[in-house]
């Protein structure tokens, strides 16, 4: 499913509304056939992390049901599989941030980053 840009906004407002929950969100970028996310899991009161998994699967039923309503249509937006990575420590998270900053630039859709307005990156970085 191509997403136009009011879904594409719909998914960028439901990760700022989840940063500080579950999640600290680094990046993010919703382009027209997928999502990019740069975020680590916070603890529960318990101390331990969030399930990644369940973090995904609450963002994606979550928005596809809104995207669903949005675009008068029914059935699956999201592929059921995610493709995660976990950054090592010779892993930059600026270097990841730029990537996910680059991404429609690359694809053409922008000619800078600055312009593409489904992308988000944590000021603080």
Same mark, same amino acid.
């Given at each position: 499913?191509?997403?136009?840009?009011?879904?594409?906004?719909?998914?960028?407002?439901?990760?700022?509304?989840?940063?500080?929950?579950?999640?600290?969100?680094?990046?993010?970028?919703?382009?027209?056939?997928?999502?990019?996310?740069?975020?680590?899991?916070?603890?529960?009161?318990?101390?331990?992390?969030? !399930?990644?998994?369940?973090?995904?699967?609450?963002?994606?039923?979550?928005? !596809?049901?809104?995207?669903?309503?949005?675009?008068?249509?029914?059935?699956?937006?999201?592929?059921?599989?995610?493709?995660?990575?976990?950054?090592?420590?010779?892993?930059?998270?600026?270097?990841?941030?730029?990537?996910?900053?680059?991404?429609?630039?690359?694809?053409?859709?922008?000619?800078?980053?600055?312009?593409?307005?489904?992308?988000?990156?944590?000021?603080?970085?």
């Amino acid at each position: 499913m191509v997403l136009p840009f009011a879904a594409r906004d719909l998914v960028l407002e439901h990760c700022l509304r989840e940063d500080g929950k579950r999640i600290l969100l680094h990046a993010m970028v919703a382009m027209p056939d997928h999502v990019h996310l740069l975020l680590s899991p916070r603890r529960d009161p318990d101390g331990w992390p969030f !399930a990644l998994v369940d973090i995904l699967q609450c963002m994606k039923s979550a928005t !596809a049901h809104r995207i669903n309503k949005l675009l008068h249509v029914s059935g699956p937006v999201w592929e059921e599989e995610s493709f995660d990575h976990v950054l090592r420590s010779n892993e930059s998270l600026k270097d990841k941030c730029e990537y996910i900053r680059q991404n429609p630039v690359r694809r053409g859709l922008v000619q800078r980053p600055e312009e593409y307005r489904s992308l988000w990156l944590n000021p603080e970085l």
